[in-house]
């Protein structure tokens, strides 16, 4: 059998180029760096003090450390051992964190003391927890602490992984609903390391500067050197791009992947001060993202630097990509007039469809009814790196799988649906309208955010704008545009009757005629670019007058 469990890789990569730097953190204050031979000596460490405390096969293990060398090399030693490694962010907020460890049931806590109190104080939803196992130290809290035995022990606790075998549970953000947990496979893992090397060049000669942890794992199995950001990667908006940038000039890093919310920040304090980054790649995912922001960008990177939006989700990911020269040369002018955001094409080995849109379960592709080219309907996705379900949620699973028997043999025989709605162009090119729990029923057109928000975003004023829909009828809305602004609206008033002729001007706006001021939209945590619609429409509620007509009551 090939041995397919991701933590292999790391170890011929340092075979391979043993003294090479593999990562450089902070620890304890102060910068240090690992070679790729020092990694995997920790990585076997890990697994032999992390097996002699009784960790197996199949084991559910909530890792909760700081992104750092302990971090990447536990994940590593916990892929060894055949564990199942839980992932949740921590700023998704108590109520759902809570949620999401009770929901998968870990059997293992490997965390810093905070969590490891934390457990002491919630425990309910770490009821299953049988043991309890603590990285770092704090004078408030007595105890062992798990250090890496030494060098060459951990080999023999190397377990050999099938393609199909689970790896880890990786949570979605729960942007539109509850986060769910999505069961990754070292398959999988395996083949978005292919797809990240193969597509967008990465390997051995790279340095990569990861805005959100996990990334730092893909680093570090292509055998490129990743430099751990001084950051909270869950306030990715937040940066200090003082922090940020200073790391990326000291270490000539050559690749990055983050949010929209860190590169608006950088930069912006880069142009301020006529720096030129080293950069030659950089990926930005997570929302969509504007063409002037992939502008700006490019003006603070070598000419010949390429910027990549790649399309996905946490239950697939890369699905479709695009680079930034095309987005601002040809399909950001179409964006700016409400065609929605252009995300690409579908990545070599990623299939995409766009079906009628459906409430409900879709047991059969049989069931499907398959749209034209240009005609928007729900996304749905087949191929290597996607997930086949969610962790111990089966009804969240037959909403978000399409059984297709006559595919068995082209990877697994199933599509995901994004749980977005788009449609493909004449080029192939795949076209972002919103998500579909955000549309917007009227009585005279189905309004889709994207598109719509993209009107009013062109306001001088207005920084973004979401569009959401008030009234008791779920098949009648009405739609409200909802803006962030740019600064202080001396004149509320003026700026409604501007966004109102903005609206009259686009056949697809002209029937919006409500519109509020919020100072700051409520964001997601993982990427601070994904406007939880739903919250706005709460607070929104309230705000709005509608008349009985507008309410969408039945007659």
Known sequence: MIDCNIATVLHHTAEAQPDQVGLVALEDGQWRQWSFAQLRNNCDGFAAALHAEGIQRGDRVMLMVRPSMAFICLTFALFQLGAVIILIDPGMGYQNLLRCIGSVRPDILVGIPQAIAFSRIFRQPFATVRKRITIGRAWWLPGKRLQPQRAGVGVQFRYQAAADDPAAIIFTTGSTGPPKGVAYTHGIFHTQLRMIRDYYGIGPSDVDQPGFPLFGLFAAALGAKAVIPDMDPTRPARVNPEKFVHTLLAHQVSYSFGSPAIWNVVSRYCL???????????????????????????????????????YGATESLPVASIEGREIVEVTWPLTRTGHGACVGRALPGMEIRIIEAVEGEIASWREVRELG????????????????F????????????IADIAGIANHGGFWHRMGDMGYLD????????GRKAHRVPTSRAMLYTIQCEAIFNEHPLVRRSALIGLGDCPEKKTPVIVVEPEGLVRDQERLFAELRDLARANPLTEQIEHFLVHRSFPVDIRHNAKIFRERLADWAAGRVQLSAGDKGRPA
């Open 390 to 401: 969610y962790a111990d949620n089966e009804p969240e699973t037959r909403l978000a799988k």
């Open 373 to 388: 080219t240009g005609m928007i309907g729900e996304i749905v996705v087949r191929g290597p790196v996607v997930t086949r």
């Open 272 to 310: 301020d001060r006529k720096i030129v980054l080293p950069v030659r790649t950089v990926l930005m995912a997570g929302a969509p993202v504007p063409g002037y922001l992939v502008d700006r960008v490019k003006r603070i990177l070598p000419e010949a630097a390429r910027i990549f939006t790649p």
């Open 426 to 433: 004449v080029d192939g090119r795949l076209w972002f309208c």
